[in-house]
Nanobody, 125 residues
Framework: QLQASGGGLVQPGGSLRLSCAAS????????IGWFRQAPGKEREWVSS????????YFADSVKGRFTISRDNAKNTVSLQMNNLKPGDTAVYYC????????????????????WGQGTQVTVSS
């Protein structure tokens, strides 16, 4: 029901835009989170956007470099990633939960009921 796309190979300092498309879900009613998992590491939360586009949250590691937005007409959520670093290399997943979770739960994988299949982002020269 969720599909992440837009990953690829990019040089350090470059940009990518990831997209999370939904089918069978109207994202108007869902908060969306982006997570990533690098080889040998645990999945980590990257960013979330609430039902209202005014609620946007970012992990400290990406703050100031990543932005998140939603287009309810297209039923998609995007993650714009700028000034990418090798440490951003990971498989990126989008996830959805109905409504607005409490802030303390935004970064928890268990908060989200629906998950996309992931898209690979590789930052390398």
């Amino acid at each position: 029901q969720l599909q992440a796309s837009g990953g690829g190979l990019v040089q350090p300092g470059g940009s990518l835009r990831l997209s999370c498309a939904a089918s069978g879900l109207s994202l108007d009613y869902y908060s969306i989170g982006w997570f990533r998992q690098a080889p040998g590491k645990e999945r980590e939360w990257v960013s979330s956007i609430g039902v209202s586009s005014g609620r946007k949250y970012f992990a400290d590691s990406v703050k100031g470099r990543f932005t998140i937005s939603r287009d309810n007409a297209k039923n998609t959520v995007s993650l714009q990633m700028n000034n990418l670093k090798p440490g951003d290399t990971a498989v990126y997943y989008c996830a959805a939960v109905r409504g607005n979770p409490v802030l303390s739960a935004l970064w928890l994988s268990s908060t989200y009921a629906y998950w996309g299949q992931g898209t690979q982002v590789t930052v390398s020269s």
